[in-house]
C-alpha cells in the first residue's frame, strides 16, 4: 500500500519536476508544495469523521449544574499546511453562563487560531528571535502568514503556563514537604546565581538567573537554568528545587559561586549552607579594574598594571597582604580615590574567606571566571536584550520561561500538558 501511494503521488508531480529534474532543491520544493497541499486536505477531511468533542445531551459544569448541548459550531484553525474548519460540539450551561468546546481543549487549542503545531513551531522560533522575526521566518518555513501580535499572544500564554507550573510545583514541595527527586548523582555540582537588567515599559528590572551544572559520566558539562523576575527569597527556593532534580542532595561536593551580594550571600545560607561558596572570579576582577580606574584613569597603561599587580596577589590568595597594600594607598588619597579603595577593602574583607583562590584551584574547583555573568548573557541577554527591546512584565516573564524551558531540554514536556488550552 505504502509503494502505491508513493506511486501515484509520483504521477502528480511527475511533470512539474520533469523541467528540473538535475535540481535537487526545486524538486524539494515540488514536493512540499504538493505535501503541504495534500495535508490541509487529509487534516480537514479527518476532522470532519470525527465526534469533535461531542459527549451527549448533557455534561458536568464547574458549577455543579448541568451543561446542555446545544450545536456544532464552525471554528476556523491556521493549521502548519494552512487553514482547516472544523465543527466542535459546543454546550452551554443555563445556571452560570458558562459555554465550553470540549474538543478544543482536547486537543490542545487556545483562544488564538493556531493549531498545536504552529504554534508550537511560533514559539520555539520565538526562544531566540523577536515576534517580528519569527513571523518571518515561520512563512519561509511554511509558507504560512502569522502576524507578529499572534506570536506574541502564544508565547504569552505558553510562558505564563511554563511559570505556573513550576511555582506549583514548589508549592507543593512547600505545603507536602515533597522533596523533587534527582534526576542524576553527579560527584560534583556547581550552583552559580547572579542578577542582569532588562528594560521593562517601566524602567529597568532584574531578572535573576541561575546556572546549575556538572559533569556526566561521559566528562560532558550538564547544565540547567532558572531565571525569574522574582524576590530574592522566592527565586532561591526555585534554584534550590532545580539543584535537588541535578543531584544536590546525592553530590560528594557541591560549590556555589556568585558575586557577594547581600541577596546571594543570603540564599547561599538558606539552602546552600553546607556548600564551598566561592566569588566569582569574574567579578573579584571588575571590582580591581573599577578601583584602579579611579585611581589610575580609564584606559592607561598605569590603570593595566596596577590592576595586573593586585590580581596577581588575590590569584595566589594573598588576600591579607593585599588589603594591606589597600589600606595604605587609602591613607595616601583624598576624594573619589579614597572611597573607591575603601570600597575595595570592604569587598575584599568581606568575602576574604570566598576568595582563597589558591586553595579552590587545588581542590580542583573551578572558580567560575564569567560562568555566572555568561549564564546571564545566555539566558536573559541573547533573548531580552537585544536591541531596542522594551518589555511588559507578561511579555519579559514568558518569553524568559519558554526560553530556560527549551535551554533545560524540556520542551516537549511542557507541551504535552497542552499549555495553550490551560
Not at 31 to 59: D, F, P
Not at 335 to 347: F, H, Q, V
Not at 356 to 368: C, E, S
Request: aromatic share 10%.
Amino acid at each position: 500500500m505504502y509503494e502505491r501511494i508513493l506511486t501515484e503521488l509520483e504521477g502528480l508531480i511527475e511533470q512539474e519536476v520533469g523541467n528540473f529534474s538535475r535540481d535537487l532543491g526545486k524538486m524539494e520544493d515540488a514536493v512540499k508544495s504538493l505535501m503541504s497541499s495534500l495535508g490541509q486536505g487529509l487534516l480537514q477531511r479527518l476532522v470532519e469523521r470525527g465526534a469533535n468533542g461531542y459527549e451527549g445531551s448533557s455534561i458536568a459544569c464547574s458549577c455543579a449544574e448541568s451543561m446542555k448541548f446545544v450545536q456544532h459550531r464552525k471554528r476556523n484553525i491556521h493549521t502548519i499546511f494552512g487553514w482547516i474548519t472544523i465543527r466542535r460540539a459546543y454546550y452551554h450551561c443555563a445556571s452560570c453562563g458558562r459555554g465550553i468546546s470540549p474538543y478544543d481543549k482536547d486537543s490542545g487549542l487556545g483562544s488564538e487560531q493556531l493549531s498545536p503545531a504552529l504554534a508550537q513551531a511560533c514559539c520555539l522560533l520565538a526562544v531566540d528571535d523577536s515576534f517580528q522575526e519569527v513571523s518571518r521566518k515561520i512563512e519561509h518555513l511554511f509558507g504560512q502568514r502569522v502576524c507578529d501580535d499572534t506570536v506574541k499572544e502564544v508565547v504569552h500564554k505558553a510562558g505564563s503556563q511554563a511559570l505556573a507550573q513550576a511555582d506549583e510545583q514548589l508549592d507543593s514541595f512547600l505545603i507536602d514537604k515533597d522533596i523533587p527527586c534527582a534526576e542524576t548523582k553527579p560527584e560534583k555540582l556547581y550552583v552559580a546565581v547572579d542578577g542582569t537588567t532588562v528594560h521593562e515599559s517601566d524602567g529597568w528590572h532584574e531578572a535573576k538567573v541561575g546556572c546549575i551544572w556538572w559533569e556526566d559520566e561521559q566528562l560532558d558539562e550538564q547544565k540547567r537554568y532558572v531565571g525569574r523576575f522574582d524576590n530574592s527569597e522566592n527565586f532561591g527556593w526555585h534554584v534550590w528545587a532545580e539543584a535537588c532534580k541535578c543531584g544536590f542532595r546525592e553530590a560528594k561536593e557541591v560549590v556555589y559561586i556568585g558575586d557577594g551580594a547581600a541577596w546571594i550571600r543570603s540564599e547561599q545560607q538558606r539552602h546552600f549552607a553546607k556548600a564551598t561558596f566561592i566569588i566569582d572570579w569574574f567579578h573579584a576582577s571588575e571590582h580591581v579594574w573599577d578601583c584602579g580606574k579611579t585611581l589610575r584613569g580609564e584606559g592607561t597603561e598605569a590603570t593595566r598594571k596596577w590592576v595586573a599587580e593586585r590580581l596577581s596577589l588575590l590569584w595566589d590568595g594573598w588576600t591579607k597582604k593585599l588589603l594591606d597594600d589597600l589600606k595604605k594607598q587609602y591613607k595616601q588619597h583624598r576624594g573619589a580615590k579614597r572611597e573607591a579603595l575603601a570600597d575595595l577593602i570592604r569587598y575584599i574583607g568581606t568575602n576574604e574567606e570566598q576568595m582563597r583562590y589558591d586553595a579552590f584551584r587545588k581542590k580542583g574547583y573551578k572558580i567560575g571566571s564569567g560562568a555566572v555573568e555568561g549564564a546571564c548573557k545566555h539566558v536573559v541577554g541573547k533573548r531580552l536584550k537585544q536591541s531596542g527591546m522594551i518589555w511588559s512584565r507578561e511579555g519579559s516573564a514568558a518569553t524568559l520561561a519558554l526560553r530556560i524551558v527549551w535551554l533545560n531540554g524540556k520542551w516537549d514536556q511542557l507541551w504535552k500538558t497542552k499549555p495553550l488550552a490551560a
